[in-house]
């Protein structure tokens, strides 16, 4: 095959050394000439993907979006009981349920705290990285990046234990503490994983250890790219690094910081992963976030596949709704082409 | 909006100080980033720390503890490997599934992605966007769906491992696809052409010419994917039902489900779950960032 698009089905194609061909087995060569004659080659390569991704991704998809219109539970499982469409029952059931609101409430509110949090961090220390020499900042930006490579688990275990109420380094330090910063012995025990507040006290500490190396590993690289006369000549003519960030090298890396905000916001709005080890599996149902709540809904006995694959769907189109605005608002502003 | 303020004035108190350099000693600017510079990598060297100390540490000094043991007990590290752990069984279910996960991925993206990198055909842009939307499907939204396929096709009763193999093919497709197309999109045609006129086949070309050119995307690709998988956590929880098939990332939170946790072997474990993540990132690292953001900014 050559390799312009116009010629590729053309056969047999001159530079094809044909003595190869007459080799193989009549059936192979048929089949050959007939994919060819009907330009089937970039289907036949795509196929493998495009399956795979059909059923390991969209079908499970198309599924939740059926299943969230079904009463589907134990009964219908076992096949003891007929599937039934129910409408919006699902959601309906969702909505008046407290704990929907209390964990939505989670979800929000932590993703409000994590993602600003993890972006200006982040951007401080990309902007430190970026004075650092080479060999300091190349230690500094592996160290950093190693946490963000670290498996979620290995990160979640960890900060459960330097919290631990009874051998934890945090209750160790702060009974140490002078009373002026309030230290002492009523740390003792202290349980960081009883009730929520504390609870993702810590989870947002391990967020932020764990993902905004990311952003400032990124941040460098947008910083590399910046020629730096512009920051140069701002600074000649008197600006300070408040107004050199806010006036040139937001404005120039703000596509940059648009793709962080929203990778964020994705991965902050269903974080699973650490709050299920930190708050300790599916016990403390004042804990739950979204994720949490939707997976109880499935996996907890009896399973409501129904109400649990509704609210999967309302947590994809939430995230939909963001990305679609995200990139809408990109394309206005001419980011992406 | 407080944060930005109060930490943009600590950064514009140095740089107005630099003005004034001192000579003989580096200036307090220079000392401030230094400071700053050893703080952001202690924050990230303690918890380690306490993740290799709290491995050797005598179980009777778990509780009643100093910041440093007493006593090191570096026998945890070899009675860890005990059946009593299952440290060994999934390590071994860790590498199958990631390995496994990997080998499939690159099956069946390499000719997807060098396909539509080289090629304009009808259909082209409508598979891009597929693998491009199919990224807003987050695996907590998933798991439901996957878990339901997976019981209906009876994949789970013969071996949650290739089950798993299977999701994390799935989760790690698109973003390879998306990656390895653009990467050999940035290889010139020109050089596959040359070699085609030297007389080598397309296949040719391909395998001596533009694979060997593309190699760092695909190892960069495929790294990846290995340590996403290995790290992969809420379809493992799911899927996986008997504790000879816990992968690391399993087994390491069943130990805090255990009325008295077992620290010290639990940090083994997570010292051994960690360790092949860094050795592979470590081979990609200045890659990584490149890479992800490849696909997303133009």
Redesign the interface.
């Known amino acids: ?3 312009t ?1 116009k010629r ?1 089905g053309a056969a047999p194609p001159p ?3 044909n003595g ?1 061909w007459s080799q193989l087995p009549l059936p192979v060569r048929y089949l050959k000439n007939w994919v060819r004659r009907h ?1 089937l ?3 036949l ?2 196929l ?3 399956v ?2 059909g ?10 979006g059926i ?1 969230s219109f079904q009463d589907y539970g134990l009964p219908q499982v076992t096949g003891a009981a007929g599937t039934q469409w129910t409408g919006f029952g699902n959601f309906s059931t969702i909505l008046s349920d407290p704990e929907f609101w209390s964990s939505l409430k989670l979800s929000v509110a932590f993703s409000a705290i994590v993602v ?2 993890t972006l ?1 961090v982040g951007t ?2 990309g ?3 970026n ?2 020499g080479r060999r ?1 900042a190349a ?2 930006s ?6 963000w ?7 979640s ?6 919290f ?1 109420p ?2 934890g ?1 945090v209750d ?1 330090v702060l009974r140490r503490l002078p009373g002026w910063l309030d230290g002492g012995a009523h740390w003792n025990g202290f349980s960081w994983t009883n009730a929520a507040l504390p609870a993702y006290t810590v989870i947002t500490l391990l967020v932020v ?1 764990q993902s905004f ?2 952003i400032a ?2 941040v ?2 947008g910083l590399k790219t910046m020629p730096p006369e512009l920051a140069e000549s701002a600074r000649v003519d008197g600006a ?3 107004q050199i ?1 806010w006036r040139i090298t937001y404005p120039v890396l703000k ?2 910081f648009m ?1 962080l905000l929203l990778l964020s916001v ?1 991965w902050d709005f ?1 974080v ?2 650490q709050v ?2 930190v708050i ?2 599916l016990g403390n149902r004042d804990e739950f976030n979204l ?1 949490i709540y ?2 109880d809904h ?2 907890t006995m009896p399973p409501t ?1 129904g109400l ?2 509704a609210l ?2 309302i ?2 189109v939430v ?2 709704i963001i ?1 679609v605005g995200y990139v809408r608002a990109s394309v206005r502003q001419g ?3 | ?1 407080a ?2 303020t109060a ?2 004035r600590n ?2 108190a140095p ?2 100080a630099a003005k004034r350099p001192s000579r003989g000693l580096p200036s307090l600017k220079t000392a401030v ?2 400071a ?2 050893y703080v ?2 202690v ?3 303690l ?1 380690y720390l ?2 290799l100390i ?1 491995a050797v540490r005598p179980s009777r000094e ?2 009643d ?1 100093d ?1 440093l043991p007493h006593h090191f007990a570096w026998s945890n590290l070899t009675n860890m490997w005990g059946s009593a752990f299952g440290i060994l069984s999934s390590l071994r279910v860790s590498i199958e599934i990631a390995g496994g996960a990997t080998v ?1 991925v690159l ?3 390499l ?2 992605a ?3 990198s ?4 009808r ?2 842009a409508a ?1 891009l966007l ?2 491009l939307a ?1 990224q ?14 997976f019981l209906s096709f009876g994949l789970l009763n013969i071996n949650p491992v290739w089950s798993l193999i ?2 994390n ?3 790690n ?2 973003f390879t ?1 998306w990656i390895l197309n653009a990467y050999i999109g940035s290889i010139p ?1 020109e050089l ?2 040359a070699a ?1 006129v030297d ?1 080598n ?2 296949l040719g070309a391909l395998f001596r010419v533009t694979l060997p050119l593309a190699m760092p995307g695909v190892v960069t690709a495929l790294i990846f994917t290995f ?1 996403s998988a ?2 992969e ?2 379809a493992a ?2 899927l996986t039902t008997s504790t000879s098939d816990y992968p ?3 087994r ?2 069943s ?3 255990q009325y008295t946790v077992d ?1 010290q072997h ?2 083994g474990a ?1 010292v051994v ?2 360790i092949p ?2 050795i592979l ?2 081979l990609i ?1 200045g890659r ?3 890479g ?2 490849a696909g ?3």
Do not use: C, H
């Open positions: 095959m050559l390799s698009a590729a530079a094809t050394p190869q330009r080659a970039p289907y390569l795509l493998p993907s495009a795979a991704i059923l390991l991704l969209v079908w499970p998809a198309i599924q939740l299943y600003p949090l200006v401080l220390v902007l430190l990285l004075r650092l300091m230690f500094v592996t160290a950093a990046l190693l946490a490579a670290t498996p979620a688990v290995s990160a275990v960890l900060f459960v234990w330097v631990d009874d051998g380094l160790w250890w190396p990311f590993v990124s460098l690289a300070g690094p408040w960030f596509p940059i793709v994705i269903g699973f992963t299920y080890v300790g599996g994720g939707a997976y499935a996996f596949y649990a694959s999967a769907l947590l994809t995230l939909l990305t980011a992406i082409d | 909006m944060v930005r930490a943009a950064v514009a740089a107005a980033i230094a700053a510079a952001v990598a924050i990230f060297v918890p306490e993740m709290t778990l509780y503890r910041y499939l099956l069946v993206a000719p997807a060098y396909y539509t080289r090629r304009r055909f259909g082209r598979f597929l693998v199919t807003i499907l987050q695996p907590t939204a998933l798991i439901v769906g996957i878990y339901k396929e299977l999701v093919a799935g989760f497709l698109a696809v045609v596959e052409e085609m007389g086949s397309r340590i290995w790290n956590f809420i929880l799911t690391l990332t399993v390491l939170d130990f805090i489900g620290w639990l940090f997570s779950a960690t993540v860094f990132f470590a690292e990584v960032v490149g992800l953001t997303s900014i133009k």
